[in-house]
Structures are given as C-alpha cells and as structure tokens.
C-alpha cells in the first residue's frame, strides 16, 4: 500500500522485461531443437522432400522418400495425387527408374 507508484512502474517493466527475455530463449531452443524434431510420419518414419518441379501456377509434381521407399506426388489447388512409388534402393544413386521396370 506504500509503494510509490514509479517502483510500481519499475516491477513491470522489470517483470515484463524477464517474460520477453524468456520467450526469446524458448524461441532460440525451439529452432536449435527443430531439426532434430523433423516431420514425421506415423512409428517415427522421416518424410524427406527429394525434389520438387513447379509444372505451372498451381501445381507442382514431388518426389519422397519415408520408410524405405519413394513416392511420387503431383499437388494440385484441388488436392494430391499420388502416380508412382517404389523401393528406394532400386534407385540407387538417386536415379528415378524406368517406368518400363
């Protein structure tokens, strides 16, 4: 009840000051973290976008990689649809293989 007003003022700044500083260090962990908690699918599996190619305003064609295969997706304004997958060892080097087997 005796407080004077500027120590009033002095308590927020100073407890305002501590919440701000407390954010920007949740904020720095979080993307310091963030790799290690990358996109995943269920059970843990990693999703890894490989490539991507724009085929016109709103479309683009992608090709994944999550558990042990690879999959490719055309996205649309409308939806995704999914054309081909396959094992990732058949390709290999990186190669996307044969629609021909």
Do not use: H, K
Request: net charge neutral; glycine share 14%; aromatic share 4%.
């Amino acid at each position: 009840m005796g407080e004077a007003p500027a120590l009033f003022g002095l308590d927020t700044l100073l407890a305002l000051a501590l919440v701000l500083g407390l954010l920007l260090l949740l904020a720095a962990g979080l993307r310091w973290l963030g790799p290690r908690f990358a996109m995943t699918a269920g059970g843990g599996q990693r999703i890894e976008l490989l490539a991507t190619r724009i085929l016109d305003n709103r479309s683009r064609a992608s090709l994944l990689r999550c558990g042990g295969r690879r999959y490719l997706v055309v996205t649309t304004a409308s939806g995704a649809c999914l054309l081909d997958s396959y094992p990732d060892a058949a390709a290999g080097d990186g190669e996307v293989p044969d629609a021909a087997g």
